[in-house]
C-alpha cells in the first residue's frame, strides 16, 4: 500500500480549524484540548499558520476560551483568525462546531 501524499487529505476525517499565527493560538489550543475530552488534538505549527485537527468532530466553546485567553471573547475573533478548516462550520455566539456529516 502506498504512503499518503499530501493531495490525499481529503481520505480522512480530520476536522478543525488553521489558524493565522497570532495571541489567540495557545488558547485555541487549550480550549480544543479542553472542550474535547477523549480525543486526540493534533497541533501542526507551521509558523505563519497553526493547524489543529482531531478526528469526526471539534467544538470550541467561548466560555474555554475566555478561561484560557483569561479576557473576555468574542467568537468573531477566531472567525478573523481563521485563514482556514478542514470539515464543514456551524458558528453560533457561544461556540464554533467543525464537523463531517459522514464518516469514511
Known sequence: ???PKVGDGYLNNRVGPVLRASP?????IEAAEEDNP??????DDKIAYVRIDTDGEMILRRETLERA???PFRMSELEVNLGSFAGRIETTDDFVRFYYE???
Open 1 to 3: 500500500m502506498a504512503n
Open 24 to 28: 489567540i493560538t495557545a488558547g485555541v
Open 38 to 43: 477523549n480525543k486526540t488534538i493534533r497541533v
Open 69 to 71: 485567553l483569561g479576557r
Open 102 to 104: 459522514k464518516t469514511l
